[in-house]
């Protein structure tokens, strides 16, 4: 089945740095999804981005599907960025999940 | 706005117990799926539904069954509960023509 590995595993900020997790996955996909988990365990949906571009707020997604990679980049950190941020990708199946990024940002 | 709800957020229950979790959306979402996440694991997906009164296994079905009688809910069966069962259990929903996934809150189950 589809692999996935998120890098970093685990990432500690100060308030107002920038970030970039990185999701890496084996197969060609034509479903790739970015989650956060707060503190509190609920998995909020950040983008649905199988190719190309998406920009929210802060937030920010990149996906290049032929080379199988997809980036989220996280702009002027803030503490209730914290949490965990999941990679999940398909084909034709449910979705595969990362192991995910934690992110710990300090004020 | 979409809305997955799970019976309880933590649960406390002894080896050999039968046990239950409930997931409900009100989206009309055809499908439906139930999830464990352990630390450094992610999320491993147990049973999956495309509709009514079907069930497909995931990765890890070992020790759990599922029920889906309605559209709208989805159950979680623990026949017999053994400690290596204690974990967070996240259920989540999905238009059939849609690629976005919804999840409810988590139960956080201890099995003692």
């Known amino acids: 089945g589809i692999q996935v590995e998120q890098s970093p595993p685990d990432l500690i900020l100060q308030e107002g740095a920038n970030s970039t997790l990185r999701c890496n996955f084996s197969d060609s996909v034509n479903n790739l999804q970015w989650f956060h988990q707060n503190p509190w365990g609920q998995l909020i949906n950040l983008f649905y981005i199988p190719s190309g571009t998406k920009q929210n707020g802060r937030l920010s997604a990149t996906t290049v599907a032929t080379e199988r990679y997809s980036l989220l980049y996280i702009s002027s950190s803030q503490t209730t960025d914290s949490g965990v941020y999941f990679c999940?990708?398909?084909?034709?199946?449910?979705?595969?999940f990362g192991k995910g990024t934690r992110l710990s940002v300090i004020a | 706005d979409v809305k997955v709800t799970q019976s309880s957020r933590y649960l406390v229950k002894r080896t050999g117990e039968k046990v239950f979790l409930e997931c409900v959306q009100d989206?009309?979402?055809?499908?439906m799926f139930w999830y464990r996440q352990d630390p450094g694991l992610g999320l491993r997906l147990i049973y999956f539904s495309y509709d009514v009164k079907m069930k497909e296994k995931g990765d890890i079905p070992e020790g759990y069954s599922v029920s889906r009688e309605k559209k709208e809910r989805f159950s979680l069966i623990l026949e017999s509960a053994s400690t290596n069962q204690t974990s967070m259990y996240l259920c989540?929903?999905?238009?059939?023509?849609?690629?976005?996934?919804?999840f409810g809150p988590g139960t956080r189950l201890t099995v003692t």
């Open positions: 989540a929903s999905r238009k059939t023509n849609s690629y976005e996934q919804y």
């Open positions: 989206m009309d979402h055809e499908n």
């Open positions: 999940a990708v398909s084909g034709n199946t449910p979705l595969v």
